[in-house]
């Protein structure tokens, strides 16, 4: 080989590694970008710019013109400043870029929170008081195999279908030791149970609806089929396809749980996964950790489902060994830590110990 050739090889060499070595940095970068929170803007390389580049690319982001380009562009950096202030206000939690970094706080509303109709069910039973002398300092359902994959609702505010149906998931693994994952369609689908009192609290399908409502509705219509049989569309179908030769598990009664934190984690621990309305403000650049802000309204406007508690000390320091809930979400895996959100046991914080109930007895049908 003469040294022409030699030099061409070792550039080739060369181009070929910087090509391998860009490409990793690029990945590495946009993994980071789930796990970081966002940075100042003075270093040009960790600019708003480069931090879309990467949000596209780690979530497949594109857009239709180079208008809906820029205007998302600029919802993105109102977002990343709104991820900061989040960071000095919640700083025992992780806030950054994350999966809704494109869309404005009243289309996050809109998309993926849909509570209605906050009052309680006129018939809706208070859960007997629980001994809470001998409770565990950590407690997860996922541990002991009642709780099924974490779920993505999509553009659809249908969050009061996922917690009612992980409630009664949990609630049907305890009564047959079978997890099944149960139909959140048939609820948008079928149920529009509404309290007379207050005809706007109505179960709207992707326009809203509340737990202890749609638990009314599976009360009298008898049950809820396997998501198999009736899959999820993140729609309004218009259509109810409820099959009741079809149905997995009925629930018999549920009951709201107290304000008491001691005896929320009582009824968990007992009852199984529990149904929970929170105020999500903090949620949409959430990435991980404890969340505990220093304000929070408690003002709930989406539904979650209580799978467990811990009590690890993390920061700050005025936070340490205080015991924090473990919340399962419907936004995918790809938000939050791997689609849970954890919150601190504190003060009733962003209203998430308001409004819990619990499923008391299911029976099931098999087919």
């Known amino acids: 080989m003469d040294r022409n050739s030699s030099l061409f090889f070792l550039f080739s060499l060369l181009v070929v590694s910087a090509i391998v070595s860009e490409t990793e940095n690029l990945s590495a970068e946009s993994d980071a970008l789930i796990r970081q929170v966002v940075d100042g803007d003075d270093d040009p390389r960790l ?25 998302r562009f600029k919802v993105f950096k109102a977002n990343l400043r709104r991820a900061r202030s989040h960071q000095n206000l919640d700083p025992s939690a992780v806030h ?27 018939d809706a039973n208070q859960a007997p008081i629980l001994p809470t002398d001998d409770l565990p300092s950590d407690f997860d359902w996922r541990d002991h195999g009642a709780v099924t994959p974490v779920k993505n609702q999509g553009s659809c505010g249908s969050c009061w279908s996922f917690s009612t149906t992980g409630a009664l998931e949990g609630a049907h693994y305890l009564a047959t030791g079978e997890l099944v994952s149960l139909s959140e369609q048939q609820l948008v689908d079928c149920d529009h149970e509404c309290d007379p009192e207050e005809p706007r609290s109505c179960d709207s399908g992707c326009n809203g609806g509340l ?51 001691d ?4 009824n968990l621990v007992k009852n199984g996964p529990l149904a929970v309305a929170i105020n999500s403000v903090f949620m949409q650049t959430y990435i991980g950790g404890v969340s505990c802000p220093y304000i929070c309204s408690r003002r709930q406007d989406h539904g979650v489902l209580l799978v467990g508690f811990g009590s690890a000390g993390y920061a700050p320091i005025r936070l340490k060994d205080k015991p924090y809930w473990i919340i399962k979400n419907s936004w995918g895996e790809n ?5 849970y959100y954890k919150i ?24």
């Open 47 to 71: 600019g708003a710019e480069h931090h879309f580049s990467l949000f596209k690319h780690r979530f497949g982001k594109s857009y239709a013109s180079k208008e809906e380009h820029d205007y």
């Open 96 to 122: 950054g870029v994350t999966k809704f970094s494109d869309l404005t706080p009243s289309e996050f509303r809109k998309q993926v929170l849909g509570l209605r109709g906050l009052k309680l069910p006129s």
């Open 211 to 261: 737990m202890n409502s749609a638990f009314e509705y599976i009360l009298k219509s008898g049950g809820v089929m396997r998501e198999q049989d009736y899959p999820y569309t993140a729609t309004d179908r218009g259509t109810c396809k409820f099959d009741k030769s079809k149905i997995a598990a009925s629930v018999t009664n549920f009951s709201v749980v107290s304000l008491d934190e």
């Open 263 to 266: 005896q929320i984690a009582a």
């Open 335 to 339: 938000w939050g830590e791997n689609g």
């Open 344 to 367: 601190c046991r504190v003060r009733n914080i962003c209203g998430v110990d308001s409004l819990v109930s619990t499923v008391a007895a299911v029976h099931t049908t098999s087919h």
